[in-house]
């Protein structure tokens, strides 16, 4: 058969559009929901529980992309559960910024909010295919992690505000893209997958923008 006589995928009415924009950014609010009641949960746990729930939800995030074309409720089931066990995972952390410095939890989490929905609107109206800039900012992201690790065996002069500020500016780009992703999306079957990226977006600015305003009062 050539390619000629395959067929073509009809592009998704505007109903469908905002169908799959409700149901990811609905998927992302129960996720975000699960986050919380998992970082509740795990307010007293120590550090090493919060590793294995790292661990746990990054199998939850593989088991997503093996499911997602196969069964909608199982990928569902894992998105959530990715959300919980990575609130148990970051448990610890939430929970020594709340007891040292509370205010500095809410003001990373309403410049979140502010942020998440100015890049997120960018990425969804911009017309210019993001798609490059992805793969770049996907090799910065690699860069970073690395520049962590880094920091942890060699004192670098303002190593965290230098990680964070640049995080910040690699996932407003991956932010922007992910929306992009959204809008452009033709399966309603990704949502699952979609919601997980922006969650992990919404997860990472957050904990960068607590870095950086609990370290200015320092």
């Known amino acids: 058969m050539s390619s000629d006589s395959i067929p073509l995928r009809p592009p998704m009415t505007r109903d469908a559009a905002g169908t799959l924009l409700g149901q990811t950014m609905g998927l992302v609010a129960v996720t975000a929901a699960l986050f919380a009641v998992g970082a509740y949960l795990g307010r007293t746990a120590s550090s090493q529980w919060g590793w294995l729930g790292f661990i746990?939800?990054?199998?939850?995030?593989?088991?997503?992309?093996?499911?997602?074309?196969r069964s909608q409720g199982l990928t569902v089931t894992l998105l959530f559960g990715f959300g919980l066990l990575m609130g148990l995972a970051v448990a610890p952390t939430l929970s020594y910024y709340a007891s040292a410095d509370p205010q500095a939890v809410w003001q990373a989490g309403a410049a979140t909010a502010l942020f998440i929905a100015g890049f997120g609107a960018a990425g969804y109206a911009t017309r210019r295919d993001l798609s490059a800039l992805a793969r770049i900012l996907f090799w910065a992201l690699i860069g970073l992690i690395l520049f962590g690790i880094i920091t942890i065996f060699v004192l670098i002069p303002n190593a965290a505000l230098i990680y964070a500020v640049l995080g910040l500016v690699i996932f407003a780009g991956l932010t922007a893209f992910d929306f992009q992703r959204l809008r452009r999306s033709q399966?309603?079957?990704?949502?699952?997958?979609?919601?997980?990226?922006i969650f992990l977006d919404i997860l990472n600015v957050f904990l960068l923008l607590l870095s950086l305003f609990s370290g200015s009062r320092d």
């Open 187 to 197: 399966d309603i079957r990704t949502a699952p997958l979609l919601a997980a990226s």
């Open 56 to 69: 746990a939800a990054f199998g939850c995030l593989i088991g997503m992309n093996f499911a997602a074309q």
